[in-house]
């Protein structure tokens, strides 16, 4: 039965692999550009290295971006933006004005003068009719260096020359002026009773979907192409250079070829190489995993998570190249190997990072220069953010990353165009943000921490503070076992930074050891009184179980505080698969007539896997064996110490664990060293 359940968890295994591989390909493959690629690579300032180039049918030249940009602006600098004027406001009020004339009750000489006014001419017609704006013509943006408007009104549009619009500052001052002038002495007595500004509002307005679209529509027929490049006309020679000019008809080749490539070639083909390209690529990616990193490939969140991120990136790489406002160097691809290092380690991240900037870098423009620019910014990410336990650390990844785009480019400008003033320094904003997308990295390891299960190096630091409930609940009712994991933990610490290995993560594994004897305190010496030890109250065998269940009772409670699985292998590895030596001896003493139980008296493991679970085991019973030494010399220590470690090796406790020889030696003479200095001699003080 147990061999059924083996054979078939490994099926599962090898089924749940070929479902993540198969969805990788897949989803990337939809985002993949359906069209055919042109088959030479060429860059500006370099030689041409493949053979001498003839145009394979009639092509147009197209222009530059700099050329578009200049022709569009003058065009721009000769349009008439549209105005709508509301002829009802002028009405309304002209309407106000004549009624407010009329109700009136001045001297005879003033009602004479008023109606003079009234037939003579329509003030505010005039002005209606002109156009009046909400703001003055200098403060408006529209009409900065222009002539003229297009007014329009009903169904019509004339042109109107843009001195003659008011703003209502300038429609007041003319109205209060012709008033003025027109009715003479009589002039004070009218403003007394009128408030001429009342009448003085906006009517002209601009029209924004309108203009949009008549500006849309002179810009559509603006040329982008400047001449014709004839079938069988040399375009360059082998070992040319590759100049602006060349540049540009080699740019408008590629882009003619594609377009015709895919209107005539088999699509089915094209398919066919698309899915071989990705699968080889995300093959590579599994190898990898396969030979160099063998616990991440059969861990099947850790293996989906990688697959994701790749997956996500060439997405959002593939979307932004879509999109005319997006820059696809706007997609923060840093974020990828700042992830995965976080979280694994520097090669995966490094090598997962190039997988995705050639998958990306197949239809990313300027394929070379992409992929130069992603892969020493993102390395350049991941030797910035060796660990990351400060929030500055991220702050200064960004700040690296920016500053790796910038001098890259900049570099691969000066080697194309040879000139400063040429750069296109407009591009320097979307690495920026870029850079500053790695902010949303902290939010995400939380996230993905959640998710995955992962725990982070941020995560253990929070997990090491000793007001964590659960090690709250060690000092207070196991104070000495508490002190025991302090100490246990700061050795650890040592030896790790020493040897190579996450610090972070065997401090916070060595202070949740033991936690387990909250269970049973008094049962464990360092917590014991003076004289007082309840062992000798019970039989050897019960004590022996009382003893090896602190590591059940350790998984247990740390199951209940969610405690990550990391963390729960420290407390299940400390002892291996050791015996309680001491129980075992003194019940084999007093029975020795019966055969006993070996296993009865041991630990149930299982033994150590990785460097900072072993460092622990060793150092927790090296510790412990230190407390109770009668004479603390450096001489007994040292004895101490070699009979530990060799104890340990000789019950093969260090199997699976990837301690080097070099690394035992300094784990030795670290904790000898340390040891020396916590029990050194003190002198006398005077009584």
């Not at 396969?290 to 989906?304: G, N, Q, V």
């Not at 702050?395 to 690296?400: D, G, R």
């Given at each position: 039965m147990k061999k059924l359940l083996t054979q078939l968890n490994q099926s599962y295994h090898l089924f749940y692999l070929a479902a993540v591989f198969a969805a990788g390909i897949g989803l990337i493959f939809l985002v993949f550009p359906g069209e055919s690629r042109f088959k030479f690579?060429?860059?500006?300032?370099?030689?041409?290295?493949h053979e001498t180039l003839i145009a394979p049918f009639d092509f147009a030249i197209l222009k530059t971006d700099a050329e578009i940009k200049t022709e569009s602006d003058s065009l721009l600098k000769t349009y008439a933006p549209y105005f709508t004027l509301d002829t009802l406001v002028g009405r309304a009020k002209i309407r106000e004005f004549t009624n407010a004339l009329s109700n009136l009750k001045l001297s005879n000489q003033a009602n004479k003068t008023i109606r003079n006014v009234y037939y003579i001419s329509n003030i505010l017609q005039n002005i209606y009719n002109s156009g009046i704006l909400p703001q003055t013509i200098s403060s408006n943006d529209e009409l900065g260096g222009k002539t003229e408007i297009m007014q329009i009104i009903g169904k019509k549009a004339v042109k109107v020359p843009v001195p003659n619009i008011h703003s209502i500052k300038t429609a007041y001052q003319e109205f209060n002026d012709t008033i003025r002038k027109l009715t003479g002495k009589q002039y004070q007595d009218i403003i007394q009773k009128i408030n001429l500004s009342d009448y003085i509002t906006e009517n002209l307005f601009f029209d924004q979907e309108l203009n949009k679209h008549e500006k849309k529509q002179l810009l559509d027929k603006l040329s982008l192409t400047k001449g014709m490049v004839q079938a069988g006309e040399r375009i360059i020679f082998q070992g040319d250079l590759v100049g602006s000019e060349k540049y540009m008809i080699l740019e408008s080749l590629k882009k003619a070829y594609e377009t015709k490539r895919g209107n005539n070639i088999q699509y089915l083909l094209v398919i066919a190489g698309r899915?071989?390209?990705?699968?080889?690529?995300?093959?590579?990616m599994f190898l990898y995993l396969?030979?160099?990193?063998?616990?991440?490939?059969?861990?099947?969140?850790?293996?989906?998570f990688i697959i994701m991120m790749i997956v996500v990136m060439v997405f959002l790489a593939a979307v932004a190249n879509k999109v005319e406002s997006i820059n696809i160097y706007m997609v923060p691809l840093a974020i990828l190997p700042i992830l995965i290092r976080i979280f694994f380690d520097s090669r995966t991240a490094i090598f997962s990072l190039m997988i995705t900037t050639l998958l990306i870098g197949y239809f990313a423009p300027n394929s070379y220069e992409y992929i130069i620019l992603q892969m020493i910014a993102g390395i350049l990410?991941?030797?910035?953010?060796?660990?990351?336990?400060?929030?500055?650390h991220i702050?200064?990844?960004?700040?690296?990353?920016f500053l790796a785009y910038s001098v890259v480019y900049i570099a691969m400008a000066l080697v194309q165009e040879g000139s400063l003033k040429t750069i296109n320094w407009v591009d320097l904003k979307w690495f920026g943000i870029s850079s500053f997308f790695i902010f949303i990295t902290y939010p995400l390891i939380y996230i993905f921490e959640k998710i995955f299960g992962f725990v982070s190096d941020v995560t253990l630091i929070e997990l090491s503070d000793t007001n964590q409930p659960l090690l709250r609940k060690l000092a207070e009712e196991a104070p000495g076992t508490f002190q025991h994991s302090i100490q246990v933990a700061n050795l650890a610490e040592a030896v790790i930074h020493r040897i190579g290995g996450n610090p972070f993560l065997v401090r916070a594994g060595a202070l949740?050891?033991?936690?387990?004897?909250t269970s049973d305190p008094e049962y464990f010496i360092e917590n014991q009184a003076v004289g007082m030890n309840p062992h000798d109250q019970i039989d050897h065998l019960k004590s022996a179980h009382?003893?090896?269940?602190?590591?059940?009772?350790?998984?247990?409670?740390?199951?209940?505080?969610?405690?990550?699985?990391?963390?729960?292998a420290f407390i299940t590895t400390h002892h291996g698969t050791t015996q309680a030596n001491y129980f075992y001896k003194m019940y084999q003493k007093e029975n020795p007539d019966l055969e006993i139980d070996r296993s009865s008296f041991s630990y149930p493991g299982p033994l150590p896997q990785d460097k900072e679970t072993a460092v622990l085991m060793l150092t927790d019973g090296i510790e412990a064996a230190a407390r109770s030494l009668n004479e603390k010399s450096v001489?007994?220590?040292r004895n101490m110490i070699e009979n530990m470690v060799e104890q340990k090796i000789k019950s093969n406790q260090l199997n699976n664990a990837d301690l080097t020889f070099r690394d035992i030696s300094i784990l030795k003479s670290t904790l000898l060293e340390k040891l020396v200095n916590i029990y050194h001699a003190r002198i006398e003080y005077p009584k």
């Open positions: 690579e060429f860059q500006k300032g370099s030689p041409w290295r899915l071989l390209i990705i699968t080889m690529l995300l093959t590579l396969i030979f160099y990193r063998r616990e991440l490939f059969d861990h099947k969140r850790k293996l989906s990410a991941v030797f910035s953010l060796n660990k990351l336990h400060k929030r500055s702050v200064f990844s960004a700040l690296w990353v949740y050891h033991d936690i387990g004897k009382i003893i090896i269940d602190h590591v059940a009772n350790g998984v247990r409670l740390a199951k209940k505080y969610r405690l990550p699985e990391v963390l729960i001489d007994t220590i």
